[in-house]
């Protein structure tokens, strides 16, 4: 199968630390290399805006909704191609811990081999997250 529709899929991690650490850590773009390998080992900010040269789909530039009490971590990620891809992402509170939540998107004429790969790509930036900013 090959569907092309606007299929999500929510990938999540619970981390035991609170709404507000996760989210302090995750929303600060200078930290996503130590994370977010999905989007490259580097980052700066040039002109105002996150750069990752480094990434596997070449240059991009990364840009986040405003920073906010309410956990949402959205980004955009415009690819070298022009085209801009929006990132809906949550740090919902549990508690003493949280729960960070990433609704991945299908892409239009993506593969399922494609979409995969990038589950796999977000579950494994979720558990360096998990293992960065958590305890134990």
């Known amino acids: 199968m090959n569907s092309t529709g606007r299929e999500s899929r929510h990938l999540s991690v619970r981390i035991d630390r609170t709404a507000d650490d996760v989210y302090a850590y995750a929303s600060d773009p200078a930290n996503l290399p130590a994370w977010a390998h999905g989007l490259g080992c580097s980052i700066e900010e040039i002109d105002g805006q996150w ?70 790509t977000v579950a494994a930036d979720l558990a360096r997250l998990k293992k960065l900013v958590g305890r134990g």
């Open 51 to 120: 750069v990752a040269d480094s990434s596997p789909m070449g240059r991009v530039v990364v840009t986040f909704g405003p920073r906010n009490e309410l956990g949402v971590l959205d980004h955009d990620v415009t690819l070298p191609s022009g085209e801009t891809v929006y990132n809906p992402v949550r740090v919902i509170a549990d508690g003493s811990a949280s729960e960070v939540v990433f609704t991945l998107r299908r892409q239009p004429e993506m593969s399922d081999a494609d979409f995969e790969r990038d589950a796999d």
